[in-house]
C-alpha cells in the first residue's frame, strides 16, 4: 500500500489479498484438526542421544523380538482376593493375550504377599506408536472397573501414556473452543463493537490454520518432532500473540482515520508506524524461540521450531490479510464508534492513561524506585517454588485411572514391579554387576532376562547377545518418585564402579533422571544465549545501549517476580508438589520473549514521540497513547494462555499460569509504571550512545507534562 492509489484500485488490491487468503486458509483450514495424527509423546523419544538411558534402550533391543511397553493390570480386594476373583483375573487375561498389539504369552500374575492384590503384566508392541492408548482402552473395557468390593486399574507406562493421549485428545475441541471463546470476550469488551472484534478473530483463526499446515507437513516428515505439550502451546501462543499484534495495528490505525479521509491512506500510514515494532516483536519471539535448538532434549528442540512456526505465520497474517479486512471494513467496522476525520490529538482518547503518565511525570523517581521493591519483595517467594520430578500421582490435577493403579502398586508390591530399571553389561561380568546393584538399598531384586521370560527363574539361563546380558533391577519405590530416581544414580555408581563390566543403566525411571540432568543443562547455556539475542535486536531497535540493558533488567526482575509468587501459588492455594524440571527453562523464554515485547511496543513509539518532541514529551505520549492497547494485549496473551487449565495436566497448568501471571506483571507494573517512570528520570541519556543523547532539542522536566 505504497505510492498514490487510486480508492479502486486500493480496494482491487485489498480484494485480492483476502481472496488469495481465503484460498490458503481454505486448504489449511481442516489441518488444525489433524496435528494429533503426528504427535508422539513417547518420553525416551525425547533424550538426548548421547544419553545413558538412550544407550541402555538401544542395547535393549537385541534381548527383544519387539520392544514393548508394559501395561499393569492390577486387582485389589481389601479384604482378601477370593478364589472367584482368581477366575476373573486368568479369564481376563486370556481375553487380553489374544487384543492386537498384546505381545503374548503373558506371564502368569504376580500375588502380593499379603494376598489383596494380584498384578497381571501386559507387554504392548511398540509398533502401535499412539495405538498404545486404543490398546490400553481396550483393556480396561474388558476388565471393566470391578465391582463387589474388587476394584481394576491399569496403570503402568502404558496406562500413564494412554492417560496422557486422552489428556492431549482435547487439543483439538476443549482446548481450542476456550481459547476462541476467551478471546472473543475479551475483543467485545475492548472494542465495544459488534463487527470490529471479527477482524482480528479470523485473522488469528488464520494465522493458526497456516501455523497447523507448515507445523503438519514438518512433522510428517520427521522434520520437527511434535508432542501433545507443543501442540498446546501452539494453539494458545498463536491466538494470544496474533490478538496482541492486531490489536496493535487495529490502535494505530484507529489513531490514522483521525488523519486521513480514506482508509487506505490510514492503513499505510499506520502500518508504517506499527509494522516495525510488530515485526522486531514477532522476531524477538521467533529468535528467543529457536534458541531451544540448543537444548539438548529432543522435546525442548522442537518446541522451538514449533512454536516458532507459529509466530512467523502470524506475522505474515497479521501485516497482510488484517490490514486488508481493515481497508475493506473502512471505518464502518468500527460502528458504533466511528473515528472521525477531525485530526484529534491521539492523546484525547487516552483520558486515564494521559492522567497515569502525567502521574508518573510528577513522581517518576518514587514510582520507579517502589515498583522495584515491590517486584523485588515478590521474587522472595523464589524460595517456595521447588523444582522436582513430578510423580506419577502429581502429574495430573485429577485423579486418573493409571495413578490409581499405582497406588493399588505401591499399598501391596516393591513400588517399582513393572517398571524396573534395566542393566546391560558384558557376560564376563555378569555376576560382581549383580552383585553390586543387590547391594544398593533402593534395590527390591534383580533378575537376568532370559529366552523365555514367562518361565524365567533363578535356574533359567541368562539369555546373551553379542556378549552382553541384561539384567532387571526392581525399584522400592515408585518408578517416577524422587526416591526412584536416587535408586537409579546410587545404582549407576555401584554397576560403573565394576571393572570391564561397560555396564549402563537404563528405562523408565533412568529417563526421567537423564531428562532432569539435560533440562539443567539447558538452562545454563539457553537462557545467556536468549538475554545476548533480545540486547541485540533491542540495540539495533532503539538505536541505543542504555535503554535496552535497563530493558532487559526490568523483564529479569519481573520474571522472577513471576516465580516467587508462582511459587507461592502453587505451594499454598493450588496445593502443587513443585515445578517440573523443564519448568525454568520454559517459563524464561516464553515470558522474556514475550514479556520484552511490550517493552518493545512502548519504548519504539517513545523514540518515535521523542524524535519529534524530546525523550520526557516522548515518554509521556508513548505511555498515553499505546497504554490502552499494550494492557487489553497484555490480557488477551495471559487470558489465551490461562486456557491452559482446561488440560487436566499439571505441568501445563503451571506453565499458563505461569505467562498468565508475568505478562499481567510486565503489562500493569513493568510497562505502565517502571520503564516510563525510569526512562522520565533518566531522560535523554536513556538513548546513549545515541544521537538521541545528544540532542538539544529535550525539553524540561517542567514543560513535558
Known amino acids: 500500500m505504497s505510492g498514490p492509489l487510486g480508492r479502486g484500485r486500493a480496494t482491487l488490491i485489498a480484494v485480492a489479498v483476502v481472496l488469495a487468503w481465503l484460498v490458503v486458509g481454505a486448504v489449511a483450514g481442516p489441518y488444525s484438526g489433524r496435528l494429533g495424527d503426528v504427535a508422539t509423546n513417547d518420553n525416551a523419544a525425547f533424550l538426548p542421544a548421547d544419553a545413558e538411558a538412550t544407550r541402555a534402550q538401544e542395547l535393549s533391543r537385541g534381548f527383544v523380538d519387539r520392544q514393548t511397553t508394559p501395561a499393569l493390570v492390577v486387582y485389589e480386594r481389601r479384604s482378601g482376593l477370593t478364589d472367584a476373583d482368581k477366575q476373573r483375573v486368568a479369564a481376563d487375561a486370556g481375553r487380553i493375550a489374544k487384543l492386537p498389539g498384546v505381545v503374548g504369552p503373558l506371564p502368569p500374575p504376580i500375588p502380593s504377599a499379603d494376598g489383596q492384590a494380584l498384578q497381571v503384566v501386559v507387554p504392548i508392541d511398540d509398533a502401535e506408536g499412539e495405538r498404545i492408548g486404543t490398546v490400553v482402552d481396550q483393556i480396561r473395557d474388558i476388565t471393566g472397573g470391578g465391582a463387589d468390593g474388587l ?19 482435547a487439543i483439538d475441541g476443549a482446548l481450542l473452543l476456550v481459547t476462541l471463546g476467551v478471546v472473543l470476550v475479551i475483543l467485545l469488551i475492548v472494542y465495544r463493537s459488534p463487527v470490529l472484534w471479527l477482524f482480528p478473530l479470523l485473522a488469528a483463526g488464520m494465522s493458526y490454520a497456516l501455523a497447523s499446515l507448515v507445523v503438519y507437513l514438518l512433522a510428517d516428515a520427521d522434520l520437527v518432532t511434535l508432542n501433545g505439550q507443543a501442540q498446546g502451546i501452539l494453539t494458545v501462543l498463536v491466538f494470544g500473540a496474533g490478538t496482541d499484534y492486531a490489536l496493535l495495528l487495529i490502535a494505530r490505525y484507529r489513531e490514522e482515520l483521525h488523519r486521513h479521509e480514506r482508509p487506505w491512506a490510514a492503513m499505510r500510514t499506520a502500518w508504517k508506524g506499527a509494522a516495525p515494532a510488530i515485526i522486531a516483536s514477532g522476531g524477538t519471539v521467533i529468535l528467543g524461540l529457536l534458541c531451544l535448538l540448543l537444548s539438548s532434549l529432543n522435546s525442548n528442540r522442537a518446541l522451538g521450531p514449533v512454536a516458532a512456526t507459529g509466530i512467523a505465520a502470524t506475522l505474515l497474517v497479521m501485516l497482510t490479510f488484517l490490514p486488508a479486512l481493515l481497508v475493506l471494513g473502512g471505518r464502518w467496522a468500527f460502528w458504533p ?29 518514587p514510582v520507579w524506585l517502589v515498583t522495584a521493591v515491590l517486584l523485588g519483595l515478590l521474587a522472595l517467594g523464589l524460595t517456595q517454588l521447588g523444582v522436582t520430578t513430578l510423580g506419577q500421582s502429581d502429574l495430573f490435577t485429577e485423579r486418573t485411572d493409571s495413578v490409581a493403579g499405582q497406588e493399588v502398586i505401591a499399598r501391596h508390591y516393591p513400588a517399582g514391579t513393572g517398571s524396573p530399571a534395566t542393566i546391560v553389561t558384558n557376560q564376563r561380568t555378569a555376576r560382581q554387576v549383580t552383585e553390586a546393584a543387590q547391594g544398593v538399598r533402593e534395590v527390591a531384586g534383580v533378575r537376568p532376562v532370559t529366552a523365555d521370560r514367562a518361565a524365567g527363574g533363578p535356574a533359567a539361563p541368562p539369555l546373551v547377545v553379542d556378549g552382553r546380558i541384561q539384567l532387571e533391577a526392581t525399584l522400592a519405590d515408585p518408578p517416577d518418585s524422587d526416591g526412584a530416581e536416587r535408586a537409579v544414580r546410587d545404582l549407576r555408581a555401584a554397576v560403573h564402579r565394576v571393572p570391564d563390566a561397560d555396564a549402563v543403566v537404563g528405562g523408565f525411571t533412568a529417563i526421567n533422571v537423564d531428562t532432569t540432568e539435560a533440562a539443567e543443562r539447558d538452562q545454563n547455556v539457553i537462557i545467556p544465549v536468549v538475554l545476548a539475542v533480545i540486547a541485540v535486536i533491542l540495540a539495533l531497535l532503539l538505536r541505543a545501549l542504555l535503554a535496552p540493558i535497563l530493558l532487559i533488567a526490568t523483564v529479569l526482575l519481573s520474571f522472577a517476580a513471576t516465580l516467587g509468587l508462582c511459587g507461592l501459588l502453587f505451594r499454598y492455594v493450588f496445593d502443587f508438589p513443585g515445578v517440573d524440571a523443564a519448568f525454568p527453562l520454559f517459563a524464561f523464554v516464553f515470558l522474556v520473549a514475550l514479556g520484552i515485547d511490550y517493552n518493545i511496543f512502548l519504548m519504539s513509539r517513545v523514540r518515535e514521540e521523542s524524535l519529534r518532541r524530546g525523550t520526557r514529551a516522548g515518554v509521556l505520549v508513548g505511555l498515553a497513547v499505546t497504554g490502552g492497547v499494550i494492557t487489553s494485549a497484555g490480557i488477551v496473551l495471559a487470558a489465551t494462555f490461562s486456557a491452559l487449565a482446561v488440560l487436566p495436566l499439571v505441568v501445563l497448568v503451571e506453565l499458563g499460569t505461569a505467562v498468565a501471571v508475568g505478562v499481567l506483571i510486565d503489562t500493569i507494573i513493568v510497562r505502565s509504571l517502571l520503564v516510563p517512570a525510569l526512562a522520565y528520570d533518566i531522560g535523554p541519556k536513556v538513548w546513549w550512545p545515541g544521537r538521541l543523547a545528544r540532542t538539544n532539542h529535550e525539553e524540561g522536566r517542567r514543560d513535558a507534562g
Open 151 to 169: 476394584t481394576v486399574d491399569v496403570a503402568g507406562p502404558a496406562g500413564l501414556l494412554a492417560d496422557l493421549i486422552e489428556v492431549f485428545s
Open 337 to 365: 464508534r466511528w473515528p472521525r476525520n477531525d485530526r484529534a490529538d491521539p492523546r484525547a482518547e487516552h483520558g486515564v492513561w494521559a492522567r497515569i503518565a502525567g502521574f508518573v511525570a510528577r513522581r517518576a523517581r
